[in-house]
């Protein structure tokens, strides 16, 4: 079982930056793809950016050229480097685990959420 634990979010000013974490558990933190996504309040969940197992990432087209995703496979920790931080960029932030097992099967994993709140 993997556990995926947040951390780093809070309550900042417009424009302001913010740099979330997520550590997981296990053994299959290096072959698997991250992501971020967020929740808003009366909101579907959104993906917010994404990264690969092998480095390839990619950004809501509303977060592109402000938000940065990282991983560092050696700390199983993902990051999510966010600036110029935007009221509406305000919502639960959830860290996702997924790929696929050697036996084919697919799997996912999410962790608790962590509030971004994002002042105007």
């Known amino acids: 079982q993997v556990q995926l634990v947040e951390s780093g979010g809070g309550l900042v000013q417009a424009g302001e930056s913010l740099r979330l974490a997520c550590e997981a558990s296990?053994?299959?933190?290096?072959?698997?793809?991250m992501g971020w996504h967020r929740q808003a309040p009366g909101k579907q969940r959104e993906l917010v950016a994404a990264?690969?197992?092998?480095?390839?990432?990619n950004y809501a087209d509303s977060v592109k050229g402000r938000f940065t995703i990282s991983r560092d496979n050696a700390k199983n920790t993902v990051y999510l480097q966010m600036s110029s931080l935007k009221p509406e960029d305000t919502a639960v932030y959830f860290c996702?685990?997924?790929?696929?097992?050697?036996?084919?099967?697919?799997?996912?994993?999410w962790g608790q959420g962590t509030q971004v709140t994002v002042s105007s």
């Open positions: 296990g053994s299959i933190f290096s072959r698997s793809s």
């Open positions: 996702n685990l997924n790929g696929k097992s050697w036996q084919g099967l697919n799997y996912q994993y």
């Open positions: 990264i690969t197992s092998g480095g390839s990432t």
